[in-house]
């Protein structure tokens, strides 16, 4: 089927109180549901939300400090929120919980560590707290190579995250790499299994305006019959002004043998 859809509205902003103290905000106006119920559409402002209202302190030119509510500093950060990396262990996305972080800044290395509690918002099940960090080694001026790990609890689930990260670039050439394994215990049954998940990107710029790119991903579970997924993708990105990019992307999805093509067209609008 074919489905065109608004994504989402952002309005961003910070506020510099002196040159140590700032406060950052995102605002965002959530897309409407795909099948709405008329009697339930929530209104206009019912679907504003903040996804970034924070404290910053800058301490000096190597250590930071925030606080409030902002997704958790982990992964490689990728955009697309559908990504196993992202998507399969909650990080960044679903979850905008009440965080305490610190980032550390060095020459040949940059960290962060951090402990959180959950938004208000949340539903019983899922009002989740935890800690954990990441650390990025810079190998020499092109490569770095990075750790992460979390740990965390909630009524219905236990979990415990550790990952590998990779970036690298030679002239228009780069590659972006993603390693995750969580071990996950389900409350109610105490059932246990594993996860793994994975992303690569291979990436050609042959100008500063145009990326070609070929991701390769996948997530195995040690549950529902060893269930094992991948989705491979081709995608063309163009910043075709200054405040507007195009991305053009296919997919292909393969979930137990069964194949799945999806093709994507996205603008994104900045002002």
């Not at 608004?6 to 099948?35: C, G, I, V």
């Not at 399969?88 to 960290?111: H, V």
């Amino acid at each position: 089927k074919n489905r065109f859809f608004p994504m989402q509205a952002e309005y961003l902003a910070r506020l510099d109180f002196d040159s140590h103290w700032k406060s950052n905000f995102t605002l965002a106006l959530a897309p409407r549901a795909e099948n709405e119920i008329a009697d339930e559409t929530p209104k206009t402002y019912q679907r504003l939300y903040a996804r970034v209202a924070e404290i910053h302190y800058h301490q000096d030119s190597n250590y930071s400090y925030l606080f409030g509510m902002a997704p958790l500093p982990l992964g490689l950060g990728l955009v697309d929120h559908t990504h196993y990396v992202r998507a399969n262990n909650r990080l960044q996305i679903t979850d905008i919980p009440i965080s305490f972080r610190t980032f550390g800044i060095y020459e040949n290395f940059t960290f962060n560590y951090f402990f959180y509690l959950p938004h208000y918002l949340e539903g019983t099940a899922n009002k989740e707290h935890g800690l954990g960090g990441q650390y990025w080694y810079l190998i020499n001026r092109n490569t770095s190579l990075g750790l992460q790990a979390l740990g965390a609890r909630s009524k219905a689930i236990e979990r415990e995250l550790a990952g590998v990260l990779f970036k690298t670039g030679w002239q228009e050439y780069s590659y972006l790499g993603e390693f995750n394994y969580t071990h996950r215990l389900i409350n109610q049954g105490q059932a246990q299994f594993g996860q793994w998940s994975y992303y690569n990107q291979f990436a050609y710029h042959p100008m500063d305006w145009l990326e070609l790119s070929y991701t390769y991903q996948g997530l195995k579970k040690d549950r529902d019959f060893k269930m094992f997924e991948t989705r491979q993708a081709l995608m063309i990105q163009a910043k075709l002004l200054r405040s507007f990019t195009l991305t053009l992307e296919t997919r292909l999805r393969n979930f137990n043998s069964r194949n799945e093509i999806s093709h994507l067209l996205q603008g994104f609008i900045q002002w």
